[in-house]
């Protein structure tokens, strides 16, 4: 891989991951629903390094020191290597002519991982089977992901071509 694929993967995960987290604000002020608190995330690699990786109830998990900033940290990680991951699928070519429906697609397969690894994880169940209203949050994550994808698609279209033969 290639410094310039590099920062493009960079630019794309962070571009992404910003309109999600953006999304989240925007959703929290107009309708009064609650984002994900990543200081949860951070609690839950937090005590990977003891072997737990899976909780009854995350919110009831003793904190860890810097949970806060490594939630963070790992949520735009994640941002970032899905975007790698993408491109990897689509080709770089990709951002030449980017097309939204590659990048929903994808959004949309991405949310396997809060339904099957960290809900799970966190005590909720697969798919959040085990929360007070499974198919809300089975709606918002997937409205979330979708987001992300639509991310990809406009970060690509705001680079403009970017690495691309004129």
């Known amino acids: 891989m290639t410094v ?5 993967t960079l630019l794309l995960g962070v571009g992404a991951t910003l309109l ?9 002020r107009l309708f009064a629903t609650p984002a994900l608190d990543y200081a949860l995330v951070g609690r839950w690699l937090g005590h990977m ?3 737990q990786f899976r909780h009854a109830a ?3 998990a003793p904190g860890v020191r810097g ?3 490594l939630g963070w940290g790992f949520h735009y990680l994640t941002g970032v290597l899905f975007a790698g991951l993408f491109l990897v699928l689509v080709g770089p070519q990709w951002l030449c002519a980017p097309a939204p429906l590659a990048a929903l697609a994808f959004g949309a ?3 396997a991982a809060p339904l099957l690894l960290m809900q799970p994880a966190f005590g909720m169940g697969i798919a ?3 929360t007070p209203a ?9 409205l979330s992901h979708l987001v992300f994808g639509a991310g990809l698609y406009l970060v690509a279209l705001a680079v403009g071509g970017w690495g691309c033969a004129a």
């Open 109 to 111: 397969a991405t949310v």
């Open 134 to 142: 499974p198919w809300v949050a089975r709606r918002r994550s997937l």
């Open 20 to 28: 999600l987290d953006l999304w989240a604000l925007l959703r929290k």
């Open 49 to 51: 390094r003891h072997g």
């Open 4 to 8: 310039e694929m590099l920062l493009q």
């Open 128 to 130: 959040a089977a085990r």
């Open 58 to 60: 995350i919110g009831k």
């Open 67 to 69: 949970e806060r900033l």
